[in-house]
């Protein structure tokens, strides 16, 4: 299959109707939301990542491409940037990231006084002193 091939094929799996400045929703198979395309028989590839390469030219090594509209099924070229990945989870709105977060699920801060981390994650040191009061009232209750 020829490059323009797929080009063709690429773009008709795209709603370009709304114009150059709206979403282009991605009409075909999604995956967590965003599009996919495939390749060839056994590979398939981001359709947001497609259309980048397609019009602006290849991504660099190392580098993600960002939604800036929020919609992962858009794949308009205008509505995205070349980023690295710690700024693309910085600009992330998912619950998982959690730089923003100023304090715990059970509402003790994240200060220095109260964080350690292990595993590349903070953990609350008050959480944890409940969690063992909790533990050790539970094998004294036991023994």
Known sequence: MTRRDFAERFWEKADRSGGPHACWPWTAFTFQGYGRI???????????????????????????????CRNR????????EV?????????????????AKTHCPNGHPYDHENTYREGGRRHCR???RVNWRAWDARRKATA
């Open 83 to 99: 980023v690295t990945q710690a700024e693309n989870v910085r600009r992330g709105m998912g619950g998982w990231n959690s730089v």
């Open 38 to 68: 495939a390749t060839s028989k056994r590979r398939s590839a981001a359709a947001h990542r497609v259309a980048y390469t397609l019009t602006v030219g290849p991504i660099p090594a190392g580098l993600q491409i960002d939604h800036l």
């Open 126 to 128: 008050e959480c944890g």
């Open 73 to 80: 099924a858009c794949v308009n070229p205008a509505h995205m």
